[in-house]
């Protein structure tokens, strides 16, 4: 009988990021005891050697991943778990080594502290393998110097096609954006057309989903625009998007080199959930809506263009559903993102049994 790998997973917070790239693709592994997961927000208690090294002697795992890991502490749980024998992967989703001010001076302060920065740089160039969710991501890493062995993801998001939302349109026309804080430079993208929109369409509403807040331009337009908070649970997120019932959703994105290293996550969530999206024209986005399973949009006019024909025409608004859909049933799968990760994971072990050969 084989013996189930162990995973020990940490990270700043427990969130989104993990669930979407190991709890799910992991699941069915877990429960079948190949694999034994576990996840862990970070304890001051680790930052000691001594903290560190209880840890890694409760937990044993084969496999350490540091995923957005910028605490302090790491190097010495990197030393602990190579002591045991364990490969080290550091996994990122965003270039935290460059995180722009146009996310908000919360999060450009917290990711920006020198200290921090030196500690991610650190422990990326301590692990044996380092998880790129794309592979615009690996490239701006190579750029920053990190220089152990660079993977990416072929997808980060994906989805069981037997489990996609039944689409629950509200009873009159509703543009929606679900997103963090963070985002307000982005939404300021498309709010001219929005803006249009309202003042042609007195049924329409706006409406946003998460931590950003409703832009106060919109604040004439009164009740017609409203804000929901998010879930912090992520399959309690995804009914509650799909509640929402929004007839078409949008992901604006400026150009920067921040969020050409992004995923395609909103497109996907927003398809799983039933939503049909209108998303910027730029590289994140523009695999995923070829053929019409998404609407691209560069300029103010073209936000406008497919907004209204969305919202104007219900087959075109069914069609584009449905080819998303159809998109996310052959690239998306769960099953894909569990071979990807296994790989991954089998790679770092390699990695880390030649280099201890160097080594010794």
């Known amino acids: 009988m084989l013996t189930a790998r162990r995973i020990l997973i940490l990270c700043d917070a427990v969130g989104a990021t993990q669930t ?32 560190a090294q209880a840890l890694v002697d409760r937990i044993r795992p084969d496999i350490l991943v540091l995923s957005r890991y910028t605490s302090p502490g790491a190097l010495g749980l990197t030393a602990a778990a190579r002591a045991l024998g364990a490969a080290v992967i550091f996994h990122l989703d965003d270039d935290l080594l460059a995180v722009p001010e146009s996310l908000g001076r919360a999060k450009y302060n917290y990711y920006n502290q020198p200290e921090r920065v030196a ?10 393998l380092v998880y790129a969710s794309t592979p615009a991501l690996a490239d701006c890493l190579v750029e920053h ?43 300021d993208l498309v709010l001219p057309a929005i803006e249009q929109l309202l003042e042609d369409m ?10 950003i807040p409703p832009p106060a331009r919109l604040a004439p337009f009164g009740e017609r625009v409203a804000h929901f908070r998010g879930e912090p649970n992520y399959s309690a997120f995804l009914t509650r998007l799909n509640e929402l019932g929004w007839w078409v959703a949008i992901a604006p994105l400026e150009d920067t080199p921040f969020n050409r290293c992004k995923a395609d996550t909103k ?60 998109r996310l049933g052959a690239r998306y799968g769960r099953d894909v993102l569990s071979r990807q990760v296994t790989d991954i994971f089998d790679l770092a072990v390699a ?9 010794s």
């Not at 300029?299 to 104007?312: G, H």
């Open 119 to 128: 500690a991610l740089r650190a422990a990326l160039n301590a692990s044996d």
């Open 267 to 326: 497109w996907i969530e927003y398809a799983f959930c039933g939503i049909p999206a209108v998303v910027s024209d730029l590289p994140v986005y523009q695999k995923a809506c070829a053929d019409g399973a998404g609407a691209l949009a560069a300029t103010s006019e073209q936000w406008l263009k497919a907004l209204r024909l969305l919202l104007a025409d219900q087959q075109a608004r069914h069609d584009m559903l449905t080819t998303a859909r159809q």
């Open 145 to 187: 110097d990190v220089t152990v062995p660079i993977t990416a993801g072929d997808i980060y998001c994906s989805v069981q096609p037997s489990t996609l939302m039944e689409p629950l349109p509200s009873t009159g026309p509703v543009i929606g954006y679900m997103a963090t804080g963070g985002h307000g430079a982005d939404l």
């Open 202 to 211: 007195p049924d329409l509403r706006f409406e946003t989903f998460g931590t």
């Open 351 to 359: 990695l880390a049994a030649r280099q201890e050969c160097e080594r």
């Open 20 to 51: 979407i790239s190991f709890s799910q693709p992991l699941a069915d592994d877990v429960a079948a005891g190949r694999v034994h997961l576990q996840i862990l927000a970070h304890d001051p208690a680790w930052v000691s050697i001594a903290g």
